[in-house]
């Protein structure tokens, strides 16, 4: 019981800190997505094609979540994107207070769209709301078509599911009907992407996917 009621008082102060970043964000007029994922599922090749596609249309910022390193941040700095890096140390997650500190100065005129990349787990980031206004994740078709059933949560939390990796399909034990009928199972209201950051294949749904939720 204790360490419910522990658990019960950081998601409680954890959400209090997100309705502050959440106003944050309105008052920015800025889409803030939650970018979540196990490690090398290809989130930040994913935020590359979307800046490398969007960015004379949309203006983006990046709040990168990492526990060591900022490579992926590195990445992404020849787009021109105020970036933000968060190193966790040894925390698996962002939470809503380390995203705080990351936006408090971060500059958000003239922006449209905050991406936060989350650390890389299939577990703690689904449990920590950080003000987003979508939570969305990243299956690599590596990971096999059991993963909606195995980690319900992430599938629940999030509004939509990309699969990625399409292309190595033919070379990987993974059954797109059944993984698509998993997360709908854990999620009826998914919406769901199959796409590849290599040949860019979904990337265009992707895309208009993140122009439907600007307006």
Known sequence: ???VKVLTDILAAN?????????IFKEAGVLSLNLMSSPGAGK?????????????????????GDIATTRDAERLEKFDVPI???????ECHLDANMVHGA?????FAGLDVLIIENVGNLVCPAEFVVGEDHKMMLLSVTEG???PLKYPLMFHESSLLLINKTDLLPYVD??????????LQVSPKLDILTISCKT?????????WIRAQRV
């Open 145 to 147: 078509d059991d993963k």
């Open 174 to 183: 993974f059954d797109m009907e059944v993984a698509k009928r998993n997360a």
């Open 200 to 208: 860019g294949e979904g990337l265009d749904e992707w895309f208009d």
């Open 44 to 64: 930040t090749s994913l935020l590359e094609r979307t800046l490398e596609a969007l960015s004379d249309e949309l203006k983006f910022g990046i709040v990168e």
């Open 1 to 3: 019981m204790v360490e």
């Open 15 to 23: 959400d209090a800190i997100a309705e502050v970043n959440r106003k």
């Open 84 to 90: 933000t890096q968060i190193n966790t140390q040894s």
């Open 103 to 107: 936006i408090k100065d971060f500059p």
